[in-house]
């Protein structure tokens, strides 16, 4: 275009500069095309955007995620140990100073909540005193709530792996460096991690 511009419009050719017309047709074209694009984007998307927000399977596993101010509790509801205690642990930001060689620096938790891969799970969302988001983008979830409050979001892990997210509310203090890490295993691993963990807690 520049090119074209610099040939045709130049002080040679053209020595006293027309008042540039519109092309309709063109604007027209390039005005309802993109936007007929946008709406077929947009159509099968309303679906997915509905259908995340309700929780359309019965979920194999409930895991309660509740958002302190600067560390996290999870909560396996779905086991309890001898003391009728539901599976719980806390989950905190490996401080600046004492990274391990190779990991994140306040990107690592000491407790990564464990779930099973290719599973339905259920993650109830609750904060103990600042309003919390639970987010992991590479999960499509963001789940906000306000203290007082629950809410539920439903997520499948199609891969093993570790998963990093970090509160979409930055709140309070050491609000913004307390990440959400998901490590997804298989089935098996998640059962032998769940009952390692029932032996710890009872223990
Ligand atoms: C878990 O709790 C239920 C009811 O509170 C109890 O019946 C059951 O024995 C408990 N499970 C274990 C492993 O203790
Ligand atoms: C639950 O989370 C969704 C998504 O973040 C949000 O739009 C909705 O307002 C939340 N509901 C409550 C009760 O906090
Ligand atoms: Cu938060």
């Given at each position: 275009?520049?090119?074209?511009?610099l040939?045709?419009?130049?002080?040679?050719t053209n020595?006293?500069?027309?008042?540039i017309?519109h092309?309709?047709?063109?604007?027209i074209?390039r005005?309802?095309?993109?936007?007929?694009?946008?709406?077929?984007i947009a159509?099968?998307s309303?679906?997915l955007l509905y259908?995340?927000d309700?929780?359309l399977?019965?979920?194999?596993?409930?895991?309660k995620?509740?958002?302190?101010?600067w560390?996290?509790?999870?909560?396996?509801?779905?086991y309890?140990?001898?003391?009728?205690?539901?599976?719980?642990f806390?989950s905190y930001?490996?401080p600046?100073?004492?990274?391990?060689l190779?990991?994140?620096?306040?990107?690592?938790?000491?407790?990564r909540?464990v779930?099973?891969?290719?599973t339905?799970?259920?993650?109830i969302?609750?904060p103990?005193?600042?309003?919390?988001?639970?987010?992991?983008?590479?999960s499509?979830?963001?789940c906000?709530?306000?203290?007082?409050?629950?809410?539920?979001?439903?997520?499948?892990?199609q891969?093993?792996?570790?998963?990093?997210?970090?509160?979409?509310?930055i709140r309070?203090?050491?609000?913004?460096f307390?990440p959400?890490?998901?490590?997804a295993?298989?089935?098996?691993?998640?059962?032998?991690?769940?009952?390692?963990?029932?032996?710890?807690?009872?223990?």
């Open positions: 275009m520049l090119v074209r511009a040939w045709h419009f130049n002080e040679k020595p006293i500069p027309q008042r017309v092309g309709t047709t063109i604007e074209i005005t309802i095309f993109p936007s007929v694009i946008l709406l077929f159509i099968p309303f679906a259908s995340m309700g929780v399977v019965d979920p194999t596993i409930t895991i995620a509740i958002g302190h101010q560390y996290r509790t999870y909560e396996h509801s779905d309890n140990s001898s003391n009728e205690q539901s599976l719980t806390d930001t490996i600046e100073d004492d990274p391990e190779g990991q994140s620096r306040l990107l690592e938790v000491d407790n909540v779930v099973p891969t290719k339905h799970l259920r993650m969302v609750t103990a005193d600042v309003p919390h988001s639970w987010a992991v983008p590479s499509g979830v963001k906000d709530v306000v203290p007082g409050r629950s809410n539920l979001t439903s997520i499948s892990v891969r093993e792996g570790v998963y990093y997210g970090q509160c979409s509310e309070g203090t050491n609000h913004a307390t959400i890490i998901v490590e295993v298989t089935l098996k691993d998640y059962a032998d991690w769940v009952s390692n963990q029932l032996i710890l807690q009872t223990n």
